[in-house]
């Protein structure tokens, strides 16, 4: 059959002479030229004898002369015919070779000779042939069968791998690190991750400014009586052991004003609006300073107002009415930082060698000091136990007499190095789309137990997904594992990551899960998911739920949340979400205690959760939200849901003015239209061309960005979807400005707000309706 096929020799040569042209068709003159030369060479070959072996041998020879081709093709020689038919024809028109001079015919030895050479080049290439064959598919792995994205299987298969004994062994492994730097403790978990499979993981440093403890603990001190105490309600001390004593040194509040305060001291319980009006009214409170209980609004909110209000300090600590009963942090003072997020001195940029430094040594002109229960008790004059029977009584000043206090605050601003660990699975299909998962690291001794747990999630989930990978699955879109530095600080590492890669992120990022100190209590789940996210983190609950965890039928909210998050919600716009386990909150106050670091001892995680279960179970609610999105052909976001709770949020609202209710409806009705219409290929495979599916997944990307509002008061997210707590249902903006309104009795906050408000709706809109009318010119198009 090898020598026999007299269409070979053509279509080789025919082949070989496309390849170098570097065209599929002999369309210009020159090559058209050499064309007809061959032809008339090889008619000439035709009317000799045996002119089917001299044929090959020419094959054989022009193949050869081609040897150092990088694609060479050692696969059987195939028939093929040329473009426009001409050597095709000439086979199949036996007449056509007359019109051409024969040669003399050749001697038979010659042939002979001719014969053997042509035999012996063809065996010894045929031989090599198989053997450069047989160890390219021996090294060469096959390409790994394709499967269905979606496929529940295969997610089923990633997450039975996450297993609650694995995890624990991961943190206890965690634990085994050393209080160094920052630096080092991010090397050690990128040389981890990157053990467990992990083939693409960076460390990404950058130099901050931070605010650190001083060689000796901050202190309060009673003029009255003289009495010195440190902030946990210890009495001061020379013994060097006290003195340096880690869980003082850390009690204070980072980026606080420095220096020494001498004032009266005035209870203004949690701040709010109705407590400074209440305390304006019957003293100056000018430089004095202010005895404040943590929770109710975001801390640095109501730091904002008491600086507006004239008061010089701030002694901050947590009512144990609103601790949960299962914890025993009285005694406890604890760390807080003032910094809104990134570096100090690169506001909205990232610090990057050469950035300019701004000399921004102190966040606010207040000296604040968190203090423990236990010293506030003290300062209102109110025995130790405060507790009586089933009732606790709230700790209030006594409303007569004078407390004057000395305040002596003590921190050193520095630049320090602090380190984000990066890595990379890449996705097959969409390499270019991100979903973030974001854990942090810390080196804050006795405050940094919590990101023990958070990394060896996290480190759970690696684990799983590269072992899926080694057997060659890989996620449609790409997933990004960060372990963020600085957090404690302010969100300092993930800041300046985004800053630094801001364009990037703009345009790539999908979702943002957080997996933020993942077990901070046992008794409830507490699932917070952004609108778009809400019915995806809903159904990921009812799937992966570990046998006795206490996670069904945990209501999804959109509430503020701490951590690293911050930056991608309120700048970036990213639909988030977050699981984690929480104490059941013991009054409404309660919000916002967890701005509060307290110190963690090593075995507070393990006597939270002894067998590691709640661990396990967000570690694979989070796996189950991340796989859904990474690899769902269209983006599982709910366009309805987001236009659903902007008139949540319009209910009952005491500045519900016509104009927003008119832009809501209209809002809901166009995504109403979007949800039906535009999302089918979510649901049928038959409607997906990949154009439309890119478009359409564009659009669902982006849906949250028209919620950025310019400003947002100190504390509060810019991104207005995210209500304050579980108890507000308004817009946070628009409850901040009625407030404002009645500290300053003026309605210029109010309408700036309700601008802010009424432009982010209409935005959404305008944003929804053009994705419309883009989809259905591009089906006319195509019609």
């Known amino acids: 059959m090898l020598f026999g096929d007299k269409k070979m020799a053509y279509h ?22 050499t064309a007809l030369e061959l032809e008339w060479d090889m008619e000439k070959e035709l009317e000799e004898p045996g002119f089917d072996h001299f044929r090959l041998d020419s094959a054989v020879q022009h193949h050869l002369g081609n040897s150092q081709s990088p694609d060479l093709d050692l696969e059987p020689i195939q028939t093929s015919s040329s473009p426009k038919g001409r050597f095709q024809r000439l086979q199949e028109d036996p007449d056509y070779i007359s019109h051409y001079t024969r040669q003399a015919p050749k001697s038979n030895r010659c042939s002979f000779f001719r014969i053997l050479k042509v035999f012996c ?39 039975k791998e996450i297993k609650a004994e694995n995890i624990q062994q991961i943190y206890r492994d965690l634990l085994q690190f050393p209080r160094e730097d920052d630096v080092d403790i991010a090397m050690k978990i990128l040389v981890q991750w990157h053990s467990q499979g992990l083939e693409d993981v960076r460390l990404v440093n950058y130099s901050v ?19 010195c105490f440190y902030p946990s309600g210890q009495q001061c001390s020379r013994d060097p052991k006290t003195l340096h004593s880690q869980d003082l040194l850390y009690s204070y509040a980072a980026y606080s004003a420095k220096g020494t305060l001498e004032a009266e001291l005035v209870d203004v319980q949690y701040g709010t609006m109705e407590d400074l009006l209440r305390i304006q009214a019957i003293t100056n409170v000018t430089k004095k300073i202010a005895l404040l209980k943590l929770g109710q609004s975001p801390l640095l ?37 003032l910094n809104s997020g990134g570096d100090p001195s690169t506001p909205g940029y990232a610090s990057i060698d050469g950035s300019y430094r701004q000399n921004r040594l102190n966040l606010t002109t207040l000296l604040v000091q968190p203090i423990s229960a236990v010293l506030a008790r003290k300062l209102v004059s109110l025995p130790e136990d405060s507790v009586q029977k089933d009732r606790c009584t709230p700790l209030q000043l006594p409303p007569t007499g004078k407390k004057i206090i000395s305040l002596n605050i003590q921190s050193v601003t520095t630049y320090k190095t602090i380190s984000n660990v ?42 799983a997904l590269t072992l899926k990978a080694k057997r060659g699955w890989r996620p449609d879109r790409t997933i990004v594992f960060c372990s963020w530095g600085g957090t404690a600080f302010g969100n300092i590492g993930s800041y300046e990551w985004a800053e630094d890669l801001k364009r990037v992120l703009q345009r790539n990022v999908v979702a943002y899960v957080s997996l933020h100190d993942p077990v901070r209590g046992n008794s409830t789940l507490h699932p917070v998911a952004s609108p778009s996210l809400q019915q995806l983190a809903a159904e990921s609950q009812s799937l992966n739920c570990v046998e006795k965890t206490r996670c069904q039928g945990s209501n999804v909210s959109s509430v503020q949340i701490q951590g690293d998050s911050d930056y991608f919600i309120n700048h970036l716009g990213v639909p988030a979400t977050q699981f984690s386990y929480e104490d059941i909150k013991t009054s409404e106050n309660s919000s916002f205690l967890s701005e509060a670091l307290f110190p963690v001892h090593a075995t507070k995680t393990e ?82 061309a990949p154009v439309r599916v890119r478009m359409l997944n564009d659009v669902l990307q982006s849906l949250e960005k028209s919620f950025l509002v310019h400003r947002a008061p100190p504390g509060l997210y810019r991104n207005i979807l995210y209500r304050l707590d579980e108890r507000t249902s308004q817009f946070s ?16 906050t109010i309408q700036a707000a309700l601008s802010e408000v009424l432009n982010s709706i209409n935005s959404a809109q305008v944003y929804f309706k053009a994705g419309l009318d883009v989809f259905e010119t591009t089906l006319a198009g195509k019609k």
């Not at 002999?26 to 030229?33: I, K």
């Not at 903006?733 to 210029?748: F, M, R």
């Open 422 to 463: 990066i890595g990379y699975l890449k996705g097959a299909v969409f390499p270019d789309r991100y979903i973030i998962i974001g854990s942090h690291h810390s080196s804050l001794n006795p405050y940094g137990q919590g990101w023990a747990s958070s990394t060896a999630v996290i480190t759970a989930l690696i684990q």
């Open 733 to 748: 903006v628009l409850l901040e400005a009625l407030e404002h309104c009645k500290l300053h009795q003026s309605n210029e």
């Open 12 to 33: 080789k040569v025919n082949a070989d002479q496309r390849a170098q042209g570097h065209s599929p068709y002999l369309d210009n003159d020159e090559l058209q030229a």
């Open 301 to 337: 909110y109501k730091l904002s107002l008491l600086e507006d209000a004239g008061f010089g300090g701030v002694l901050l600590y947590a009512d144990p009415c609103d601790l949960p009963k299962t914890t025993d942090l009285a005694d406890k003072a604890f760390m807080v930082s």
């Open 121 to 159: 080049t063809a065996l010894i290439l045929f031989i090599f042939g198989i053997v450069i064959g047989y160890y390219a598919r021996k090294k060469c792995p096959s390409p790994p069968a394709s499967q269905e994205p979606n496929n529940p299987h295969i997610y089923h298969e990633i997450l």
């Open 209 to 227: 400014l931070l605010d650190l403890p001083g060689s000796s603990s901050n202190t309060v001190t009673l003029k009255s009586s003289g009495e």
């Open 607 to 688: 006597e939270l959760d002894p067998s590691f279960s709640l661990h396990e179970t967000i570690a694979k609610l989070t796996g189950q939200v991340t796989l859904k999105i990474a690899n769902e052909p269209v983006l599982p976001f709910n366009a309805l849901d987001i236009a659903l709770e902007v008139q949540n949020s319009l209910k009952g609202d005491e500045v519900g003015v016509p104009q927003l209710l008119a832009v809501a409806s209209r809002l809901r009705d166009t995504a109403e239209l979007f949800q039906s219409d535009e999302m089918r290929p979510a649901n049928d495979p038959k409607e997906r």
